[in-house]
T-cell receptor, first 116, second 110 residues
Framework: DADVTQTPRNRITKTGKRIMLECSQT?????MYWYRQDPGLGLRLIYY???????NKGEISDGYSVSRQAQAKFSLSLESAIPNQTALYFC???????????????FGEGSRLTVL | RKEVEQDPGPFNVPEGATVAFNCTYS??????FFWYRQDCRKEPKLLMS???SGNEDGRFTAQLNRASQYISLLIRDSKLSDSATYLC???????????FGAGTTVTVRA
């Protein structure tokens, strides 16, 4: 089983619908992240959380919200989906002594979202 | 200007060939540098860090040129399994955030 699990893996929805992407991890890491990936663009950080009570906006947080339900769970919500939120979404984790200092993020397998 | 820029490729090379490509970064405060590998429709995975003096990991060699603000990745004796997109990643000093390039695609053919 993957250490970082995302659900759903694929989702097609309509404009205006609420969507939640869920992420759970068994790595015991405190730090969790949500990124989106679009063709021709690098991974862009949406939100990140360094522990359950610490949630921060990334570079493209507008239109998104997150919830850190537990150390192992970090969900991303699109309150009212729009077509330009069609993308591949990745959840990632890092440990306190690693992560950005060592450059190592552990990614889930991705959630492909299509908004019609 | 993008913070991290890469030639998207694709670089199409025969098995056994050497392929090299660069990545430029715009912020001179960048401190740490990494290469990630991403297979088609898969998640990115850390390939290697890039050290100031340059470093090797098997057939992979990474170099850093701070004066010109670029890093490079060289793959020797290419294997079919090296076909992937290689993401350049940069981190600024005292910053949690990693900045990702859009990737360079390498295709190794038999």
């Amino acid at each position: 089983d993957a250490d970082v699990t995302q659900t759903p893996r694929n989702r097609i929805t309509k404009t205006g619908k609420r969507i939640m992407l869920e992420c759970s991890q068994t790595k015991g890491h405190d730090r969790m992240y949500w990124y989106r990936q679009d063709p021709g663009l690098g991974l862009r950080l949406i939100y990140y959380s360094f522990d359950v009570k610490d949630i921060n906006k990334g570079e493209i947080s507008d239109g998104y919200s997150v919830s850190r339900q537990a150390q192992a769970k970090f969900s991303l919500s699109l309150e009212s989906a729009i077509p330009n939120q069609t993308a591949l979404y990745f959840c990632a984790t890092s440990g306190f002594s690693g992560g950005p200092n060592t450059g190592e993020l552990f990614f889930g397998e991705g959630s492909r979202l299509t908004v019609l | 200007r993008k913070e991290v820029e890469q030639d998207p490729g694709p670089f199409n090379v025969p098995e056994g060939a050497t392929v090299a490509f660069n990545c430029t970064y715009s912020n001179s405060a960048s401190q740490s540098f990494f290469w990630y590998r991403q297979d088609c429709r898969k998640e990115p995975k850390l390939l290697m860090s890039v050290y100031s003096s340059g470093n090797e990991d098997g057939r992979f060699t990474a170099q850093l040129n701070r004066a010109s603000q670029y890093i490079s990745l060289l793959i020797r004796d290419s294997k079919l399994s090296d076909s992937a997109t290689y993401l350049c990643v940069v981190k600024k000093r005292n910053d949690y955030k990693l900045s990702f390039g859009a990737g360079t695609t390498v295709t190794v053919r038999a």
